[in-house]
């Protein structure tokens, strides 16, 4: 069957959302023997350098365009991956993927901020909503006694969050300027450039880790930079540059619905109550945000 190219884009924009949606709790089995600068910095980097080949040819760049790559990689990346590596340590994956999924309401929000994007009525309900259901969920975590999640972690994954809002905010002018798979390139490249610091240091106070990985980190480590970091960009990335602006963040619904069932299948997680209430929420948020006539393409 042939496809054409707006299928395709779905299709991509399908993969992508479901490879990241069973990334928290792949990351976060992996993290227990993996130190986490380590892994962001392996996974990044590794990426860049085996997407080279793909892109040696369309990555010369002018010299104004340098900060603003700099800027977004750094949002994009080294700054949205460390909080939520950091985020995924403290709280559960289940409440990492429902969190995420609050992005295109957060995402809209800065749009009318930054982009002078129109504030209608439903984003507004759709916005109160989300985050109500956020609360829920932190709240949760604040209540209860002797708990193995943090609500700090909840709040590290909004941030992570809320990095990766800008950071497409800032990608729709690097867009006009570069193909999808070069924005990829230099996000990765210069993103892992940042954690580069910090991984030497914790690597040279114990690298041990190397010696003692298991099987299932091992896979891990492979799912982060195959799947996580090249399909799912690469898929991401082009899938947006065919797609409807208005219909794109229809597709991070997918991704707490694979993130629920991977944290549940992989990490034996449990959901609660509070849980369903505040996903319940933040889903109802989504769709009536969605409505919203002037949502933006996220680059």
Same mark, same amino acid.
């Given at each position: 069957?042939?496809?054409?190219?707006?299928?395709?884009?779905?299709?991509?924009?399908?993969?992508?959302?479901?490879?990241?949606?069973?990334?928290?709790?792949?990351?976060?089995?992996?993290?227990?023997?993996?130190?986490?600068?380590?892994?962001?910095?392996?996974?990044?980097?590794?990426?860049?350098?085996?997407?080279?080949?793909?892109?040696?040819?369309?990555?010369?760049?002018?010299?104004?365009?340098?900060?603003?790559?700099?800027?977004?990689?750094?949002?994009?990346?080294?700054?949205?991956?460390?909080?939520?590596?950091?985020?995924?340590?403290?709280?559960?994956?289940?409440?990492?993927?429902?969190?995420?999924?609050?992005?295109?309401?957060?995402?809209?929000?800065?749009?009318?901020?930054?982009?002078?994007?129109?504030?209608?009525?439903?984003?507004?309900?759709?916005?109160?909503?989300?985050?109500?259901?956020?609360?829920?969920?932190?709240?949760?975590?604040?209540?209860?006694?002797?708990?193995?999640?943090?609500?700090?972690?909840?709040?590290?994954?909004?941030?992570?969050?809320?990095?990766?809002?800008?950071?497409?905010?800032?990608?729709?002018?690097?867009?006009?300027?570069?193909?999808?798979?070069?924005?990829?390139?230099?996000?990765?490249?210069?993103?892992? /450039?940042?954690?580069?610091?910090?991984?030497?240091?914790?690597?040279?106070?114990?690298?041990?880790?190397?010696?003692?990985?298991?099987?299932?980190?091992?896979?891990?480590?492979?799912?982060?930079?195959? /799947?996580?970091?090249?399909?799912?960009?690469?898929?991401?990335?082009?899938?947006?540059?065919?797609?409807?602006?208005?219909?794109?963040?229809?597709?991070?619904?997918?991704?707490?619905?694979?993130?629920?069932?991977?944290?549940?299948?992989?990490?034996?997680?449990?959901?609660?109550?509070?849980?369903?209430?505040?996903?319940?929420?933040?889903?109802?948020?989504?769709?009536?945000?969605?409505?919203?006539?002037?949502?933006?393409?996220?680059?």
């Amino acid at each position: 069957m042939n496809l054409n190219n707006h299928q395709k884009a779905i299709l991509a924009l399908i993969l992508a959302s479901i490879i990241w949606g069973a990334t928290g709790p792949v990351m976060k089995l992996t993290l227990k023997e993996v130190p986490l600068v380590s892994l962001a910095f392996i996974r990044f980097f590794a990426a860049a350098i085996i997407l080279f080949p793909f892109v040696f040819r369309k990555i010369s760049i002018k010299r104004n365009d340098i900060p603003i790559l700099i800027i977004s990689a750094f949002l994009g990346v080294t700054l949205n991956i460390t909080l939520f590596f950091w985020g995924l340590t403290l709280t559960s994956a289940l409440n990492s993927g429902i969190i995420i999924a609050s992005g295109p309401i957060l995402l809209l929000l800065f749009a009318h901020i930054f982009l002078k994007d129109k504030l209608s009525k439903n984003l507004l309900i759709g916005s109160a909503l989300g985050i109500l259901g956020i609360l829920i969920i932190i709240g949760k975590d604040l209540l209860q006694n002797g708990m193995h999640v943090s609500p700090i972690g909840d709040f590290l994954i909004l941030i992570a969050t809320l990095c990766f809002v800008f950071y497409q905010i800032i990608n729709k002018e690097i867009f006009n300027k570069f193909k999808p798979i070069t924005i990829t390139f230099y996000s990765f490249l210069i993103g892992s /450039l940042g954690f580069l610091p910090a991984f030497l240091f914790e690597f040279s106070k114990d690298s041990s880790w190397v010696a003692n990985l298991s099987t299932g980190a091992t896979i891990g480590i492979f799912y982060g930079i195959f /799947l996580s970091s090249l399909a799912a960009y690469s898929l991401w990335q082009w899938g947006l540059s065919k797609f409807e602006a208005s219909k794109a963040g229809f597709f991070f619904y997918l991704d707490p619905i694979a993130s629920t069932i991977a944290a549940v299948i992989i990490l034996s997680e449990k959901i609660t109550l509070p849980f369903i209430i505040g996903a319940i929420l933040i889903f109802a948020g989504l769709f009536i945000a969605e409505k919203h006539s002037s949502c933006h393409q996220l680059n």
